[in-house]
């Protein structure tokens, strides 16, 4: 089956057969060092042309497989936004052997239209918007915040827009005092009127650490780079 339209609708693996696949391929349940050599350098060349950590590429099958179903079952009519076609791959062993035999998929597009009516961010947003990412995100990774910018500024919402990034390599949870920190900050904002910035954000975490512990990790002068330079350029309906 086309593999940008997700799991079919009457295929019955679930997520536990996917693993157990994946586990039998790359041995991604056991450390580098006790996978054979053939495995380990599968599990690398993926980590280096996906550009993801080999701790999530679990999750990245598990959404290509599901959530890509999902998407084109519930959302844009049985055809698939998603594609990659014009795609370059680069740092495998040998990426001209790697971009001849690849799959291509071309994108509907009428499923990305559909898929962008849905899901794409306007911009407008008219109230204060506090954001913190951490750098090393393995799942939204922080080239994304880049395009969000870009996205409020685009949609005339820019000044309402401040930024935040810390040293984590987590998605899902920072560290206890990131977040009453922010909140404190946003709630000045939108009560009082000042606008906090990443400098004084980061200047006011440690007084909450004696009440929360340590985790302070706030980088006040990260720039996160275009996304752009982390997603590759495909062609485009």
């Known amino acids: 089956y086309p593999l940008n339209i997700g799991l079919p609708r009457d295929a019955t693996m679930t997520q536990s057969d996917l693993q157990a696949r994946l586990n039998e391929c790359l041995a991604l349940n056991k450390p580098a060092a006790e996978r054979t050599a053939e495995q380990q350098a599968k599990v690398k060349t993926i980590a280096d042309v996906i550009r993801i950590p080999a701790s999530s590429i679990q999750g990245h ?3 290509a497989t599901f959530h890509f179903r ?10 698939s936004p ?4 014009g795609v370059v791959y ?3 062993p040998d990426d001209a052997a790697l971009n001849a035999g690849v799959l291509r998929y071309q994108a509907d597009p009428q499923a990305v239209a559909r898929f962008g009516q849905d899901t794409d961010p306007t911009g407008r947003i008219p109230v204060p918007v506090l954001t913190v990412k951490g750098v090393d995100d393995p799942t939204a990774f922080v080239e994304l915040d880049s395009q969000f910018k870009t996205t409020m ?7 309402r827009l401040v930024q935040t990034f810390t040293r984590h390599n987590t998605h899902s949870y920072l560290s206890d005092p990131t977040y009453p920190t922010l909140l404190t900050a946003l709630l000045r904002w939108a009560d009082e009127g000042v606008k906090p910035t990443p400098e004084g954000i980061a200047q006011q975490c440690p007084a909450f650490e004696a ?3 340590k985790g302070c990790a706030f980088l006040p002068a990260y720039v996160p780079a275009p996304l752009a330079s982390r997603v590759y350029d495909r062609t485009r309906p």
């Not at 998603?82 to 076609?85: I, K, P, T």
């Open 61 to 63: 099958m598990n959404w």
């Open 70 to 79: 999902d998407v084109v079952q519930h959302r844009t009519g049985g055809a």
């Open 82 to 85: 998603f594609g990659n076609r």
């Open 90 to 92: 680069k740092g495998s």
């Open 153 to 159: 500024e685009q949609g005339g919402s820019g000044a």
């Open 211 to 213: 009440q929360f512990g």
